[in-house]
């Protein structure tokens, strides 16, 4: 089943930061993990990391937990599973897209 476009708007922002990816990274290698956490091995604050929390939640990527006083974060694998082949999907139209300008390269200079 295929997201809806707003639902993919919000993918594409939340993955197309780098600092984002560093951080869903980061939560995938660890697991559950605090935004306190997550800054002690990032170049940026606690405050940015959470920021960039809230945005990867908003997409879906990223769960919050309170437990206790902290705020664990844990990534959601269904929604990193369909951004994984809303990806692919992407790739793959390039890919086609790329063969056909190839192609028309190709004839062209058979042309001259």
């Given at each position: ?15 197309g930061d ?57 990534v959601q ?36």
């Open positions: 089943m295929t997201a809806p476009a707003r639902d993919d708007d919000e993918l594409w922002f939340a993955v780098p600092s984002r990816q560093r951080v869903l990274d980061l939560l995938v290698a660890r697991g559950a993990a605090s935004s306190t956490a997550l800054a002690a091995d990032l170049p940026f604050t606690r405050q940015a990391v959470a920021k960039h929390l809230g945005v990867l939640e908003r997409a879906g990527l990223v769960e919050s937990q309170r437990r206790g006083r902290e705020v664990l974060y844990v694998p269904q929604r990193l599973d369909e951004a994984t082949r809303i990806l692919a999907g992407v790739a793959e139209r390039w890919d086609q897209r790329l063969q056909a300008i190839k192609r028309i390269a190709e004839e062209l200079h058979r042309g001259e």
